[in-house]
C-alpha cells in the first residue's frame, strides 16, 4: 500500500454498524482456547539457590508429583545448569515443563563467576528462538521453546540479610528474566524474624537496582490479588511431600517434635501464595513477558549487533535490503582488506627467505674456495713428494745396477783365475775404491 493510501486510510472515520443477526464471530476466543489447548503449552523454571536449599522438594510440592530427586554434590568446581522436561496432563491441557537447575550454586570459594553460566544458558535460549525466527522455513507452532518464564531465586533463611552473591546475580539477571524471590525452608525461623527478613530484602532489592517480577495490576479480573501479593513478595516457603494426618485429613507437611508445619496451611507459609501466583494466575503472564519484554530486548540488541536499525541515518524507514547490501559491501571489503594484507606477509616472508638463502649460498661458495685452495696446496705438497721420491728411487736404482754390474764382472774374473784365489780375493776387497770412482764417473 502506497503511503498516501494509508494516509487516507487512517484519517477515514471509523463507522460502527450494527448486525442484523447473529453471524458467529463471537466465537472466535473460544477458537483461539480450542487451539491453544490443542497445540499444548510449555513453561520453563529455572531454580537458583544453593545446594541442599529445597529447590527439588519445592518443586514436587508444586506440582504435587516426584520430579527426579537426585542430590547434587558440593564438590562442582563451576556452576552447572542441568534441565530436566517433562510432559505433564491437567484435565485436557498439556503442559510441556522445563525445570533447570543451577548445580553447584554457591559452593566455589571463588564465587565471582557464578552468575555467568546461568546468564550464557538463558542467553543461549534466546539465542536458539531468534535462530528460529530468522530461518527461512520456521516452524514456530511446534518449536520447543526452552526460554526461561520465570527465575525462583531460593533465599537462604538466614534472618540477616541477602548475600553480595544473591544480589549480584539477581542484577545479572533481572533484565533477562521473570525474578521472584523466595525466602525458602521459612519454617527455620521465627514469625517475627521472618517479618524483618522480608522487610530488609526488599529494601536490599530496591536500594541495589535489583527489579523483581510485580504481579500485573493492569487487568482488572486479577489487579487486586495481584497487588495484595506483590506486598507480600519475598514468599516464605516450606516444601514437604510428606503426608502428615492433621485431624482427620492427610496434609502435606514437615512433622517436628514441637509441632506440624502445614505446607499449605497459609498461616504457617506462603507457598499456597506462590502457587496462585505462579501457576494459577499468572502464568501466562509470565510467559507473555518473557517473550515481549526480555525477549525483545535480547533480539533488539542482537540484531543491532548485526547491523539491523529501524530507521537509516536520513531517518528514512529501515531496509532489509539496503543494510543486507550495506553489510555485505562492509564485509567484502574488510574481507579484500585481510587477502591483500596476508597476500603482502607473503611477499615479504618470501623476501626475507630469498636474501637468507642468497647469504647462505654467498657463504658456501667462500666456503668451498677456501677448500679449494686448501686442497690445491696439499696436492702440490704430495706431487713435490712424489717427485723428491721418484728421485731418491731412481737413484736407488742406478747404484743398485752398478752393484749387480761391478758383481757379475768380479765373478767373471774370479772364474778365469782361480788358483790366483788369494791373491784376487785381495783385489776384490780393494776394489771398492774403484767401484766407487766407477759408480761415481757413472753417474755423473
Ligand atoms: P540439591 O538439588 O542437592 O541442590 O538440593 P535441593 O535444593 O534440591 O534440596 P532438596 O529438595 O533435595 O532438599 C534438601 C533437604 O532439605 C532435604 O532433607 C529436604 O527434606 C529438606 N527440605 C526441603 N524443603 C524444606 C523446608 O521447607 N524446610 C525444611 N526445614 N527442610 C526442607
Ligand atoms: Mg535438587
Not at 487512517?10 to 473460544?30: I, M, Q, T, W
Not at 563467576?113 to 522455513?137: A, C, H, M
Not at 521459612?186 to 530488609?200: G, N, P, Q, R, V
Not at 541515518?313 to 567484502?332: A, G, H, I, N, V
Request: aromatic residues 8%.
Amino acid at each position: 500500500m502506497a503511503a498516501t493510501d494509508l494516509e487516507r486510510f487512517s484519517n477515514e472515520e471509523k463507522r460502527n454498524l450494527a448486525l442484523g443477526g447473529h453471524v458467529g464471530f463471537d466465537s472466535l476466543p473460544d477458537q483461539l482456547v480450542s487451539k491453544s489447548v490443542t497445540q499444548g503449552f510449555s513453561f520453563n523454571i529455572l531454580c537458583v539457590g544453593e545446594t541442599g536449599i529445597g529447590k527439588s522438594t519445592l518443586m514436587n510440592t508444586l506440582f504435587n508429583t516426584t520430579f527426579e530427586t537426585e542430590e547434587a554434590s558440593h564438590y562442582e568446581s563451576a556452576v552447572r545448569l542441568r534441565p530436566r522436561t517433562y510432559d505433564l496432563q491437567e484435565s485436557n491441557v498439556h503442559l510441556k515443563l522445563t525445570i533447570v537447575d543451577a548445580v553447584g550454586f554457591g559452593d566455589q570459594i571463588n564465587k565471582d563467576e557464578s552468575y555467568r553460566p546461568i546468564v550464557e544458558y538463558i542467553d543461549t535460549q534466546f539465542e536458539n528462538y531468534l535462530q528460529e525466527e530468522l530461518k527461512i522455513r520456521r516452524s514456530l507452532f511446534n518449536y520447543h521453546d526452552t526460554r526461561i518464564h520465570v527465575c525462583l531465586y531460593f533465599i537462604t533463611p538466614t534472618g540477616h540479610s541477602l548475600k553480595s552473591l544473591d544480589l549480584v546475580t539477581m542484577k545479572k539477571l533481572d533484565s533477562k528474566v521473570n525474578i521472584i524471590p523466595i525466602i525458602a525452608k521459612a519454617d527455620t525461623i521465627s514469625k517475627s524474624e521472618l517479618h524483618k527478613f522480608k522487610i530488609k530484602i526488599m529494601s536490599e532489592l530496591v536500594s541495589n537496582g535489583v527489579q523483581i517480577y510485580q504481579f500485573p495490576t493492569d487487568d482488572e479480573a486479577v489487579a487486586e490479588i495481584n497487588s495484595v501479593m506483590n506486598a507480600h513478595l519475598p514468599f516464605a516457603v516450606v516444601g514437604s511431600t510428606e503426608e502428615v494426618k492433621v485431624g482427620n485429613k492427610l496434609v502435606r507437611a514437615r512433622q517436628y517434635p514441637w509441632g506440624v508445619v502445614q505446607v499449605e496451611n497459609e498461616s504457617h507459609c506462603d507457598f499456597v501464595k506462590l502457587r496462585e501466583m505462579l501457576i494459577r494466575v499468572n502464568m501466562e503472564d509470565l510467559r507473555e513477558q518473557t517473550h515481549t519484554r526480555h525477549y525483545e530486548l535480547y533480539r533488539r540488541c542482537k540484531l543491532e549487533e548485526m547491523g539491523f536499525k529501524d530507521t537509516d541515518p536520513d531517518s528514512q524507514p529501515f531496509s532489509l535490503q539496503e543494510t543486507y547490501e550495506t553489510k555485505r559491501k562492509e564485509f567484502l571489503g574488510e574481507l579484500q582488506r585481510k587477502e591483500e594484507e596476508m597476500r603482502q606477509m607473503f611477499v615479504n616472508k618470501v623476501k626475507e627467505t630469498e636474501a637468507e638463502l642468497k647469504e647462505k649460498e654467498r657463504e658456501l661458495h667462500e666456503k668451498f674456495e677456501h677448500l679449494k685452495r686448501i686442497h690445491q696446496e696439499e696436492k702440490r705438497k704430495v706431487e713435490e713428494k712424489r717427485r723428491e721420491l721418484e728421485e731418491e728411487m731412481n737413484a736407488f736404482n742406478r747404484r743398485k745396477v752398478a752393484v749387480e754390474t761391478l758383481q757379475s764382472q768380479s765373478l767373471q774374473a774370479t772364474s778365469q783365475q782361480p788358483l790366483k784365489k788369494d791373491k784376487d780375493k785381495k783385489n776384490f776387497f780393494s776394489l771398492p775404491s774403484a767401484c766407487s770412482i766407477t759408480s761415481g764417473r757413472h753417474v755423473t
